[in-house]
């Protein structure tokens, strides 16, 4: 009986993966069409990708100068934080892919993921991140990820926070998970783009709290994830309020940093 049913079950698994194989078949050819009827372009200049590339092209990425090693972009975050914010405010630990320049591809690409919703754009970067954070060997002992907030209003403006695609994508790399209700921004404000450091600062006094009314409280060491820091206002209001949550420790990770000069 026992071998009757292996003979059947042999007997029925050989269509079946000639079927799937068949399907296999078939599947290159449509992906092949899909491409030509609908091509992938990169997002800054518009070139059609060829494989591997995703969402950006390989010339535009060669613009983007990448910092020289896995712990020179976190010291330049560093760095700035100090400047503007003493060392009161250094994090725990901070990692950077790129130096940020106010032109040329880098730009393009990250005024593109912020303000056009391209979702699979902040993951790329996020997974990037990631890697970087884990070459770095600095994923030891973190709990979560936690993408600074939006308020509510702009989150309804740009139809979704890019600073959680980010955290997504590194959270892919990570295994770690992305808590989005430890702090809020109980504040609209506007672009910080232009303002200076005084101006900077009072723009986010007070504007993230924790939440109270969550059921997931958080605490020892998080990664508090951003697009860009330029002075890191953001980052070090966002952390204050992470810590009155109850975190011990934050460190940032941003996707760029403008540097500050040694």
Not at 88 to 107: F, Q, T, V
Not at 170 to 186: F, K, Q, T, Y
Request: neutral net charge; contains cysteine; charged residues 20%.
């Amino acid at each position: 009986m026992i071998e009757r049913l292996a003979h059947s079950f042999g007997a029925l698994s050989r269509p079946l993966g000639s079927l799937a194989q068949s399907l296999g078949t078939l599947a290159r050819p449509l992906e092949g069409l899909t491409h030509l009827l609908f091509p992938q372009v990169c997002v800054v200049c518009r070139k059609t990708l060829t494989a591997p590339e995703q969402q950006l092209c390989s010339a535009c990425l060669t613009d983007f100068a990448p910092f020289p090693n896995p712990l020179a972009g976190g010291q330049a975050v560093i760095r700035s934080v100090n400047s503007h914010f003493g060392l009161g405010a250094i994090p725990s630990a901070a990692w950077s892919l790129y130096p940020y320049r106010s032109n040329g591809a880098l730009h393009d690409a990250l005024h593109a993921m912020k303000y056009e919703g391209l979702f699979p754009l902040g993951r790329l970067f996020g997974r990037w991140l990631g890697e970087l954070v884990q070459s770095a060997g600095g994923a030891g002992e973190v709990e979560a990820i936690v993408p600074v907030p939006l308020h509510p209003l702009k989150r309804i403006e740009r139809s979704y926070n890019q600073s959680e695609a980010i955290a997504s994508g590194m959270a892919e790399v990570l295994d770690l998970p992305v808590v989005e209700d430890s702090i809020e921004r109980s504040a609209y404000t506007g672009s910080q783009t232009g303002l200076g450091i005084t101006e900077r600062r009072k723009n986010m006094a007070g504007v993230f709290r924790p939440v109270t009314r969550n059921s997931h409280r958080i605490s020892g060491r998080v990664v508090l994830v951003d697009d860009v820091l330029t002075t890191g206002a953001t980052m070090v209001a966002a952390a204050s309020a992470l810590k009155e949550a109850g975190v011990d420790e934050v460190a940032f990770a941003v996707v760029a940093v403008t540097e500050e000069k040694e």
